[in-house]
């Protein structure tokens, strides 16, 4: 089973900037769609942004322009550059990655915290 574990997020202004960071303890193993959700308080959990082992990335409208997915695939990394913050971001975000050859499994970092005050 493969762990991620996270880093970054914390407290923003309004307009702020945040970065957050996930890796995967199993460097040897290859990973499939790398990505980043979001859970606000009583609201399931979304995609904020995807990106595939090519580079293809994925974004919800909301965080268009303002946020950018990158991933190392060398090291299982994936970051999430976030820009121009608001309050409405404010959320527990939470690594995903996806592996596997035959079936394909998914594996969730803890979550780390964003807060953005007004």
């Known amino acids: 089973q493969v762990q991620l574990v996270e880093s970054g997020g914390g407290l923003v202004r309004n307009g702020g900037s945040l970065r957050l960071s996930c890796a995967a303890a199993e460097t040897a193993i290859s990973l499939k769609t790398m990505g980043w959700y979001r859970q606000q308080p009583g609201m399931e959990r979304e995609m904020v942004a995807t990106?595939?082992?090519?580079?293809?990335?994925d974004y919800t409208d909301s965080v268009l322009g303002r946020f950018t997915i990158a991933r190392d695939n060398t090291k299982n990394t994936v970051s999430l550059q976030m820009n121009n913050l608001k309050p409405e971001d404010t959320a527990v975000y939470y690594c995903n990655a996806r592996y596997g050859a035959g079936s394909i499994f998914a594996a969730w970092g803890q979550g780390t915290q964003v807060t953005v005050s007004s």
């Open positions: 990106i595939s082992t090519d580079g293809t990335t």
